[in-house]
Structures are given as structure tokens and as C-alpha cells.
């Protein structure tokens, strides 16, 4: 009798011990994730309102970011452990060697930006001579710059002030600071409520496809491997989840971003949410570095392939990577 109870009280002891180990592993998966303030972050909503994290041990602290450029200065600067950013974000951030790029988060089509304009633009032709604002650094820098080129328009001949953000350039257009600009998000409902300032296009004519992508630091992904994978399988389970229950996920987006549900319905359906990692994202992303490089935004060009991490998704969802090493 006295062995059995020997026995029950070291199974006890175990049982406990296992529970305490597994709590200690889930603390150990405390991540800092940023996102864009609107839908490129909805796969990380999604995971933490579905339960996705938590099923992974995951425990998120999740901040939003105006731009995705500012999102991957804090993953560089320690703040955040992940960030999602647009290639173009990540081009003149890629140099400092740090990033790594686990996976391809969007595919969008193009639309997202929306070109707003006062009175005196009738048409995109009339942009030439005028102040256009320019969220400088971000994906509606190389948008501004290719649509006028594509109406015959050299940006030397447009007046390109830079603006800290989009708030910034809403407040701009209202003040008649400036005549034109790429917004998106909620910034475009907030310019058009302006006397006189409405939607002349779109991004289209610019004919530019960029991608988004999941990043970290080397460091983190170096210290925290498990926690890198953890947190890459809920965003594959929560980009499944949102193919199958598209407008639960619009509900879900469109709390967290504060904004009008349709407009992040509209905004949603042409992102085409993927956890994937693909040679035509890559391509996208050598234009971005040309680009990047021609304008002067980086002092040379750099070689996104030199960043992209493909370990973490082929040992989870091989099958996700079709992107040769």
C-alpha cells in the first residue's frame, strides 16, 4: 500500500511538473507582432480572434502601424519580434542584413491606392505643374511615380512633397497645401468628405504589383525558431480559415481597423491573403529593387533573395514553397 502511494504521488508530481514545463513553453512564445492599421494585418486578427495562437501557444501583443515602413523599423529596432510590410517598405530596409523574410502574406491585385484630387485636376494629365503629396518611402511612392510616367508626365514636372503621414496628407489636401496624392485605407473616405477633392482612379495605370510579406529579425528568428514556426502555422490555419468564411473575416477585420465594414470588405477582396512563398513574388520584388535603386532610395541595388528564409514553411507546409533556394 505504502508503494502505491509512492507511486501516485510521483505520478502526481509529474503530471504537475509537465503542466508547469508546458506553461513555461507557452510564455516562452510571448510575441510582439505589428501590423498596417487597416487589412494587411487581417491574418493576425483572424489567428487571435479564431483562437489560432492560442492553439499554437502562441501569446500576441499586436500593434498597428500607419505605414509598413515604420512596422519593420521596429522589428529592426528590437521593438517587434514580426511585422508584415509591403516590398517596397522592405527594400531600403534590407541593406542593414537583419531581416528575414519567412513568407509572402498578400498577393494584391492592383486598386488599393485611390487617387484623390481638388478642382483643378479634371484629368490625370492635368497632374503635370501640380502638388501631389507623397507618403515617400512607402508602395505610393513608386505608384505616384509610375502613373505619371505612364500619362507621359516626367515627375520633375510635378512638385512631390513628402509627408509624414497619411493623416498628413489629408489634412494637406484640406488646407490646399496640396493638389493631389495616393491614399488608401480609411484616409480615402477622410479626403473625399473635403469641399471639392474626390476620386480620380485608382493604381492601375501605374501597372505595379507588390507584395506583403512576414518578417523578423535575425536575431529573434535565430533565438526564438519555435516561436517563428508557432506563429507561421496559425497564420496558415487563419488564412484557410478566412477562404472558407470570408465574411465572418470581414467582420472581424473591420472591428479592428474602425472603419466602415464595406470599405474593408472592398479593400479585402482584392489582397488575396496567402501564407506562401512563390518565384513571382520574388519577381515583383526585383522591380521594386530596381526601382529603388534607380530613384535613389537605396545607394545600390539590393537582392531580395538574399533575405527570404524558406526553412520555417517548408518544414511546416512544403508544399506552400514552390520558390527554389
Given amino acids: 500500500m505504502h508503494n502505491l502511494t509512492n507511486m501516485f504521488r510521483a505520478a502526481i508530481t509529474m503530471v504537475i511538473a509537465g503542466v508547469l514545463l508546458t506553461a513555461a513553453a507557452r510564455a516562452a512564445d510571448d510575441v510582439t507582432i505589428g501590423v498596417d492599421f487597416n487589412v494587411i494585418g487581417a491574418q493576425v486578427w483572424i489567428a487571435q480572434d479564431k483562437g ?18 515604420d512596422t519593420v523599423d ?37 486598386g488599393f491606392h485611390k487617387l484623390v484630387v481638388n478642382a483643378s485636376i479634371r484629368k490625370p494629365e492635368d497632374l503635370a ?8 518611402g512607402t508602395s505610393a511612392h513608386l505608384v505616384t511615380l509610375s502613373y505619371l510616367r505612364n500619362f507621359g508626365i516626367n515627375p520633375d514636372a510635378a512638385t512631390l512633397i513628402p509627408m509624414p503621414s497619411l493623416t498628413e ?6 488646407a490646399d497645401r496640396i493638389d493631389a496624392a495616393f491614399v488608401w485605407g480609411d484616409a480615402v473616405a477622410r479626403a473625399v468628405e473635403i469641399p471639392g477633392v474626390r476620386i480620380l482612379g485608382d ?36 488564412t484557410e480559415w478566412m477562404r472558407a468564411n470570408f465574411e465572418e473575416a470581414v467582420d472581424i477585420v473591420a472591428s479592428h481597423a474602425k472603419s466602415p465594414r464595406e470599405r474593408v470588405k472592398a479593400e479585402m477582396l482584392i489582397e488575396n491573403y496567402t501564407i506562401s512563398l512563390k518565384p513571382e513574388q520574388l519577381k515583383g520584388f526585383d522591380k521594386v529593387a530596381d526601382f529603388a535603386a534607380a ?10 533573395r538574399e533575405f527570404v528564409d524558406s526553412s520555417y514553411l517548408k518544414a511546416l507546409a512544403p508544399n506552400l514553397v514552390t520558390l527554389r533556394d
Avoid: C, W
Avoid at 496628407?169 to 484640406?174: K, N, W
Avoid at 501605374?206 to 514556426?229: C, I, M, N, R
Avoid at 535613389?296 to 531580395?304: D, F, I, M, Q
Fill in 52 to 69: 489560432f495562437f492560442r492553439k499554437h501557444g502562441v501569446n500576441p501583443s499586436i500593434q498597428p502601424f500607419a505605414f509598413g515602413i
Fill in 74 to 110: 521596429a522589428v529592426l529596432a528590437g521593438r517587434l519580434d514580426l511585422g508584415m510590410g509591403v516590398d517596397f517598405a522592405l527594400t531600403s530596409r534590407l541593406r542593414s542584413g537583419q531581416l528575414r523574410m519567412i513568407s509572402a502574406i498578400i498577393e494584391p491585385d492592383p
Fill in 129 to 136: 505643374g501640380k502638388r501631389i503629396g507623397l507618403a515617400k
Fill in 169 to 174: 496628407i489629408v489634412a494637406s489636401l484640406r
Fill in 203 to 238: 493604381d492601375t495605370p501605374a501597372d505595379v504589383l507588390l507584395y506583403g510579406y512576414l518578417v523578423t529579425s535575425e536575431t529573434f528568428s535565430a533565438q526564438h525558431p519555435q516561436a517563428v514556426k508557432n506563429v507561421l502555422t496559425a497564420l496558415i490555419d487563419a
Fill in 295 to 304: 530613384n535613389g532610395l537605396t545607394p545600390s541595388r539590393v537582392n531580395p
